[in-house]
């Protein structure tokens, strides 16, 4: 349902010209000119307290600096065929108050509804009170809020105030969680989603040729194609997206479109999270794995850091990295070094041992095996015999991985050629 939540003070208002885009009302009551802005299937919450009522809701009193009666809100609201709703709150002079102001407004919405706020005659701490309610509601009964007006009858110039809507700064609350989501997560889906929605209209009213939206559009993909690699381990191309990423990202100097002024702050965090990217499939891959654990997406860690020991061999052998089969022979090749093993190599094997024999050992396939034991009690969910702790699973993937950097990073001067 669409309702509006406007609150009604206790002030002596004089009469002013509100516009608002092409929509001007003169009046006492900035909620009259709203009501013109919004149509006729808007209900009316009206939020006041005991003397705002006396003083602007019942009946008929004189505008400041006029002697005529006029209608106060009610009958004007009455007049204009506008449905309403009066709910009466307390000043707000402690906790208790202020938490059953909260509690009357929480409960005037319903599951579903589209709400829009005027702040205008908000008071004390009804600002932050009915903020933190939109964004409640928003949680528990999925409200989805339009607009917030505010009229600045102070502002006014000739005659005429403007009404300002502030609802960027409510979408900013948005943007902080949907980046806090990514950043913390690697999850991209609720900031994509917040920028497709900004960018939307603007792209439609500009016929896909705003810049800023259409670079910002670009981000979001970009996001989205990072965010999917990461979660569904794409190691054959999430370097690919990490690069994309972060150099559209490098690609802006300033963002001039006032919808996406949040989202220029946020930038910079996002670039350090894909900075590391170069092309260099084993340093790309290794940092990947750094980052999926920060992110505790640990599945996906085990899977990078393992694949990654091939890539390694692959890189250094000059073989294949994306031939599935020679993967493979390169996997039993590197397993014959173990020496608890005692693999005996076919003649298939040799060419690829001829090319990976300087940078196999022991040590290193011993360490490809412990990932594979701790990577398949994953994969496996645990259902299998000596199946391992959930907690120790972040513990010994900092161990394999400074392993890892020990037998590869350190060991080969030649890996300089790839940093």
Not at 96 to 118: P, Q, R, T
Not at 171 to 180: C, F, K, L, R, S
Not at 353 to 362: F, L
Request: one cysteine or more; glycine letters at 6%; aromatic letters at 10%.
């Amino acid at each position: 349902m669409k309702k509006l939540i406007t609150f009604l003070g206790t002030g002596d208002y004089s009469v002013v010209t509100y516009n608002y885009g092409n929509t001007c009302v003169r009046t006492r009551y900035v909620q009259e000119c709203i009501a013109n802005i919004l149509g006729s299937d808007v209900e009316f919450i009206v939020v006041l307290t005991e003397k705002a009522k006396a003083t602007n809701w019942e009946g008929k009193g004189k505008a400041k600096g006029s002697d005529e009666e006029c209608d106060k809100l009610q009958n004007i609201l009455i007049k204009n065929n506008i449905k309403y709703r009066e709910l009466e709150i307390f000043d707000g002079n402690n906790s208790d108050e202020m938490w059953s102001n909260f509690d009357k407004i929480f409960d005037a919405l319903e599951e579903g509804d589209e709400v829009y706020v005027d702040v205008t005659h908000s008071f004390r701490s009804i600002p932050f009170i009915i903020m933190s309610v939109l964004n409640y509601a928003r949680f528990i009964k999925n409200i989805e809020v339009k607009d917030i007006f505010y009229g600045a009858y102070d502002a006014k110039v000739n005659d005429v105030a403007p009404i300002f809507n502030l609802s960027i700064f409510n979408h900013i609350t948005d943007w902080t969680i949907g980046a806090e989501k990514f950043l913390n997560t690697g999850d991209s889906r609720q900031l994509a989603m917040i920028i497709s929605s900004t960018i939307k209209p603007i792209l439609i009213e500009s016929k896909g040729k705003n810049q800023d939206a259409n670079i910002a559009r670009k981000i979001k993909d970009d996001l989205e194609s990072f965010s999917g690699g990461l979660y569904t381990v794409r190691g054959n191309s999430i370097s690919e997206y990490g690069i994309a990423l972060k150099t559209t990202l490098e690609s802006i100097k300033k963002i001039e479109l006032i919808e996406l002024k949040p989202f220029e702050k946020i930038l910079d965090k996002i670039f350090e999270k894909v900075y590391f990217y170069s092309d260099s499939i084993v340093r790309d891959i290794h940092n990947t794995v750094k980052l999926s654990r920060d992110l505790r997406l640990i599945q996906q860690s085990y899977t990078f850091l393992q694949e990654n020991i091939i890539n390694y061999l692959c890189h250094m052998g000059n073989i294949n990295i994306h031939n599935v089969n020679e993967r493979e022979l390169t996997v039993t090749v590197l397993l014959s070094y173990h020496k608890l093993k005692n693999i005996k190599l076919k003649d298939e094997y040799l060419i690829i041992n001829e090319k990976i024999k300087d940078y196999a050992s022991h040590e290193l396939a011993a360490l490809y095996d412990d990932i594979g034991d701790y990577r398949n009690d994953l994969n496996h969910a645990g259902y299998r015999q000596d199946s391992k702790e959930y907690k120790g699973f972040a513990k010994k993937l900092d161990s394999f991985i400074l392993d890892f950097e020990k037998l590869v990073f350190d060991k080969n001067v030649e890996m300089e050629l790839i940093v």
